[in-house]
């Protein structure tokens, strides 16, 4: 139905623009704005560029006689927009005050982090990433945008799009994995997915691409940690889905934490003004990060006004909360450390957000009370969120079909993430009502629909030490601790399991084990968990993990040992539901990794898109003296990028190409036939990568250039074909040129980075 629905409204939405950029929309903007600059004081405009969290104003009254400090501020026309504010009564309320008491009644901007949804949660974004399904990406940030800007919300602290190779990195889970092809793909779905493509609509939101840039590449995985790279690796692997957002239209961007190039970006002229604005062109606006323009006296470049007047002189236009801007912009601006030209073009840029929103039309256009009460957590959304979730799951292991289990029988349904609700949303969940989320045990309870025995235990705590336990349950999503031993624990769950048929054991990471701040050294299932796991296994019954984890875990151990893994990311507030509909397998798992999961932490960083070194290890080898290897694990992953099983086989015939040789410009079709050999109706993401083997620079041993999203009937065969151009060769050199090189390319297709059919073609200039 959002299918049908949304492509109607985009037509319909793309005719009215066409009309009104015809009457010249952006000069009206320009006289517009250049009017109300010329009465606003330089107070005025550096308020504009004010962004303070809710604080002490959510407490409601008559907005004229609110004395709080944020509230004095409002009024006095020094704050541009707030955020983190939930519910159209309150926004309604503190629109008033900007719009009833400020002297030039400049409406504010309201942001929020509606990250993967807003009360109806859709999964973490590593989750949706491996849907590897960008119109359902697309929805997923529609819906959210329908439903935050019926509850008042008119810009978001979304997509996050940066791309991470270390699973130490907590933030991985709230993006797209390694990959900057898959990554740039789903940046431009969600920019979509916000903005439509009006943003004066009423039920679209302003997007903010975050973190620019390279945010992802933290050293050692620890968060915030100094980022060092060469400009080659970020303009080829970092860099291209911060681009893809922009080029999609995205309106606003947020400056990271870390440094580039020993500058923090909150303050590197180089990416926030020559690349950014130069080189891509975007026009819109730059935010700091939290208290970005402060850190920077941590991070040893000086004091606020230091700081404050590198950021603003960097491009940054917007400051989040630690008011460096509003309070000592006048004295760099009397001492010429800044100039008035750069005040006004960052007030500018904010008083164009706010009028492409339509704001100075109708400042109250996000403040419907009927619109909050019927367009958010509806059973339409809920319905998509439940579709979505069960499509982001990734099949890893499943010896002999165990899954999917029979709807008869008796299940043991053991292991700390079993009867959470309040994990379900998973991490940067801040909307959500958890109470409305559904466990795994009301879910399969529901499915299974009264004709399965359902055995819970919890089976052991998240970890064995307490405090661990509570940092990784903050936010209200705290798993209960249960203070009795842990082999009296066990043996509950294993009592349960010797009764049941099958044992599905929900367990793995807690929401904020991932996240925010959430790095961890460790990325194994926690010790306690996995001694339930090995007395489990020990009752002989079947046993199916059901993991949660906002992260590439290491389960060498689990793959080795556990029959059938079911890798479900966190789900959001369907997540029961879709757990149990692919566990009983209503739903045929087609979720692919948009991450490669490692043996161990040692080999970390480890991603597919490799470059081959001089000395590369032999196919198929562990170890060899004098070669790029480790001596105590093999270099492979236990799963590798792309990776992901279906309770249907499919089967890749060879690639079939329209050319041998090519000139020039010239596009060359590739063709494979995949065939559904299973028993069962299923999807399969059919993936395009290439090699260019020589070049100027050394290039990656194969990186991801297509893939297509096909459905299967049992015994059904289809063919895939992806057209290759010269263009998909390209790639930054030594001197940063955007050029492909002539020469031999491995055209390579399959199910996953690993297993793919090759063929070698030569492209000349
Ligand atoms: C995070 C951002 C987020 C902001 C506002 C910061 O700590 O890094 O991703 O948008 O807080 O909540």
């Known amino acids: 139905m959002y299918r049908k629905l949304s492509f109607l409204f985009i037509a ?37 560029l004010n962004l303070p969290g809710a604080g002490d104003i959510v407490t409601g009254g008559q907005a004229g006689e609110d004395n709080s400090a944020l509230a004095k501020k409002i009024k006095e026309g020094k704050v541009g927009g707030l955020f983190n504010i939930k519910g159209v009564e309150k926004i309604k309320y503190v629109q008033e005050l900007a719009m009833k008491q400020s002297r030039l009644k400049i409406p504010l901007l309201f942001g929020m982090d509606v990250i993967h949804g807003y009360e109806t949660v859709f999964p973490i974004p590593l989750g949706l990433s491996c849907t590897w399904d960008t119109s359902l990406i697309e929805i997923s ?62 039920n679209t939101i302003m997007a903010c691409v975050k973190h620019y840039a390279m945010y992802g590449a ?115 601006l009397d001492e010429k450390k800044v100039s008035m030209a750069q005040v006004d073009a960052a007030c500018r840029r904010i008083l164009e957000a706010k009028y492409k929103l339509g704001l100075f039309d109708d400042p109250y256009k996000y403040c419907d009370e009927n619109r909050a009460k019927s367009e958010i957590f509806t059973d339409v959304h809920r319905k998509e969120a439940r579709s979505i979730a069960a499509q982001s799951f990734v099949l890893l292991k499943n010896e002999n079909n165990i899954l999917p289990l029979k709807k008869s029988g008796t299940i043991a349904l053991v292991g700390p993430l079993a009867d959470s609700k309040e994990n379900m949303p998973g991490t940067w969940s801040v909307a959500a009502n958890f109470s409305k989320a559904t466990s795994v045990l009301t879910g399969l309870k529901e499915v299974a629909g009264g004709q399965v025995k359902i055995i819970y235990s919890k089976g052991s705590n998240l970890d064995a030490d307490s405090s661990f336990e509570e940092r990784a349950g903050m936010f209200g999503k705290a798993l209960g601790r249960d203070k009795r031993p842990a082999a009296t624990i066990i043996r509950e769950a294993v009592n349960a399991a010797k009764q049941a048929d099958v044992v599905v054991a929900a367990l793995g990471e807690a929401a904020e084990m991932s996240g925010e701040s959430s790095s961890r050294s460790n990325i194994e299932i926690p010790e306690a968990q996995k001694d339930l796991l090995k007395a489990l296994l020990k009752t002989g019954k079947p046993v199916v993990l059901v993991l949660f984890t906002g992260r590439p875990l290491a389960l060498k151990w689990e793959n080795e040992n556990i029959p059938a893994i079911l890798n479900v990311w966190f789900g959001g507030s369907e997540a029961g539901y879709a757990v149990a509909d692919v566990l009983f397998g209503d739903v045929n798992p087609s979720g692919k990794l948009s991450t490669t999961f490692p043996q161990n932490i040692g080999q970390v960083p480890l991603y597919y898109a490799q470059k081959n070194t001089g000395r590369p290890l032999a196919e198929g080898k562990w170890f060899q003296k004098f070669r790029s290897n480790y001596l105590d694990v093999s270099n492979e992953p236990v799963y590798p990028f792309g990776y992901g099983l279906s309770y249907t ?21 590739a063709t494979v036939t995949v065939t559904n050999t299973g028993s069962r109706d299923g999807k399969e993401v059919v993936q395009l990568y290439i090699r260019d083997v020589i070049g100027s620079v050394t290039r990656p041993v194969k990186e991801l250039k297509g893939f297509q999203k096909i459905e299967l009937k049992t015994g059904e065969s289809k063919t895939v074909s992806f057209s290759i151009t010269p263009e998909n060769l390209k790639f930054y050199n030594y001197d940063l040129k955007y050029d492909w090189e002539p020469g031999d390319f491995e055209i390579m297709i399959g199910p996953n980075s690993r297993d793919v059919k090759k063929i070698k073609i030569n492209w000349a200039k």
């Open 218 to 332: 933290a050293e050692a995985g620890r968060d915030y940690n100094t980022t060092d790279m060469s400009h080659q690796t970020m303009y080829n692997t970092y860099l291209p889905p911060y681009k893809a957002a922009a080029d999609a239209g995205a309106g606003s961007f947020m400056a990271s934490f870390n440094e580039v190039d020993g500058i923090p970006a909150t303050a590197n002229k180089w990416l926030m003004t020559e690349v950014l604005r130069k080189q891509w062109g975007f026009k819109g606006f730059v935010v700091t990060d939290y208290t970005g323009i402060n850190e920077m006296i941590d991070h040893g470049m000086g004091d606020l006004q230091t700081v404050s007047s590198l950021a603003l002189n960097a491009g940054i236009d917007m400051d989040m909360v630690g008011e460096g801007l509003l309070t000592t912009t006048q004295k760099s």
């Open 649 to 669: 086989n499919f089967s890749y015939s060879d690639i079939k190409l329209s050319d041998t040789a090519l000139k020039a410009d010239k596009a060359l079709t």
């Open 12 to 48: 319909v939405i793309f005719l009215a623009q066409c009309v009104q950029e015809k009457k010249g929309s952006d000069s009206k903007m320009d006289s517009f704005i250049d009017d109300l600059m010329s009465k606003m004081t330089i107070e005025e405009k550096l308020g504009q």
């Open 141 to 202: 940030a529609r819906i959210a945008a329908v439903e935050a800007s019926a509850d008042g919300i008119n810009w978001t602290f979304s997509p996050m799009v940066d791309i991470c190779r270390d699973a130490r990195w907590g933030r991985i889970a709230e993006g797209n994995g390694e990959d900057p092809y898959l990554g740039s793909q789903i940046a431009k779905a969600m920019v979509k997915g916000y903005q439509g493509t009006d943003l004066k609509a009423n």
